[in-house]
């Protein structure tokens, strides 16, 4: 079940099929696939994917012909039943090739009078994208078992990961910028947010749900590591005096500088933690919840 697009120029066009796979194999980043027909998009930061590949000629039956348009015989394919950030990474990349090849797209899923290759405007096609995909999840939420995150909460999450990357190498202090993590809690089966907290390393947290606190210290002559789960607001206040607002595009960041992490780590061994990971729930991938459910 995907969102289907396929790729055409118009006659006069000079551009080539090489032209394009050229640009897919110098411009498209997390290309993961072995084949030279295929590009497999995969940011593992985000879990967002998809799939251009390039169709033999003999395969073509499902591409329609225009008068005025010539297939490229590219096919570009972005699954539906997914959180909506998946649009807002996938699509900039897609009108990004489109107007850097001059190329024009046949959508097959627009309902509108465009009923030919076009070049549509930008945001277009992510929107259109977006809204078929909360339909098909609304539709098939019971039967394939879906499980939700709220939108604002998730696009947050997917904005940090996609970034979390770029803060940590902009970074002048030793500073360990943590990731986001999903787990479905076992009770309840709600989903829920963490990150993760080592040794009081000097660290950038975003606002989460949990801290996944991990200790190791010495104990009676003997080495102890443990960790378990403590409530992001219990964190954060319990540090106050020493967690400040970090400045950046992404929101509500806070940072402990490398000469405060090491005025606390009395302080981090005395936390109590509430549950380990697995007493809590199961981890779930960054693919596996929409944004969307049934009233």
Excluded at 60 to 77: A, C, K, Q, R, V
Excluded at 85 to 113: A, H, R, T, V, W
Excluded at 211 to 228: A, D, H, N
Aim: glycine residues 2%; contains cysteine.
């Amino acid at each position: 079940m995907s969102f289907d697009l396929y790729l055409y120029k118009r006659k006069e066009s000079e551009i080539t099929q090489q032209n394009i796979t050229d640009y897919l194999n110098d411009n498209l980043p997390f290309n993961i696939s072995e084949y030279s027909h295929q590009w497999y998009y995969s940011n593992e930061k985000t879990g967002v994917y998809f799939i251009i590949e390039k169709i033999e000629e003999e395969d073509l039956e499902d591409f329609p012909i225009f008068e005025d348009f010539i297939s490229l015989n590219f096919t570009l394919y972005i699954n539906y039943l997914r959180p909506s950030y998946f649009g807002l990474e996938i699509f900039p990349l897609i009108d990004k090739l489109m107007i850097d090849l001059d190329i024009y797209i046949f959508n097959p899923q627009e309902d509108s009078e465009i009923n030919t290759p076009y070049q549509f405007d930008k945001n277009h096609l992510q929107n259109q994208w977006v809204e078929q995909n909360n339909q098909f999840s609304l539709v098939n939420y019971m039967d394939c078992d879906l499980q939700y995150f709220p939108l604002e909460e998730s696009n947050y999450a997917w904005k940090y990961m996609y970034q979390r990357e770029h803060l940590q190498e902009s970074l002048t202090e030793d500073v360990f910028v943590c990731g986001i993590f999903f787990i479905k809690n076992k009770l309840n089966n709600i989903i829920y947010t963490f990150t993760i907290w080592p040794e009081h390393l000097p660290i950038i947290i975003p606002p989460v749900d949990y801290v996944m606190i991990v200790k190791k210290y010495r104990k009676l002559f003997k080495k102890v590591e443990e960790s378990g789960l403590v409530p992001y607001n219990s964190v954060i206040d319990k540090f106050k005096d020493y967690f400040k607002p970090f400045e950046s595009e992404i929101p509500d960041l806070m940072i402990i500088s490398l000469i405060d992490s090491d005025k606390i780590s009395k302080q981090f061994n005395q936390i109590k933690l509430w549950k380990t990971v697995e007493e809590f729930g199961i981890m779930i991938s960054k693919d596996s919840f929409v944004n969307v459910k049934p009233d």
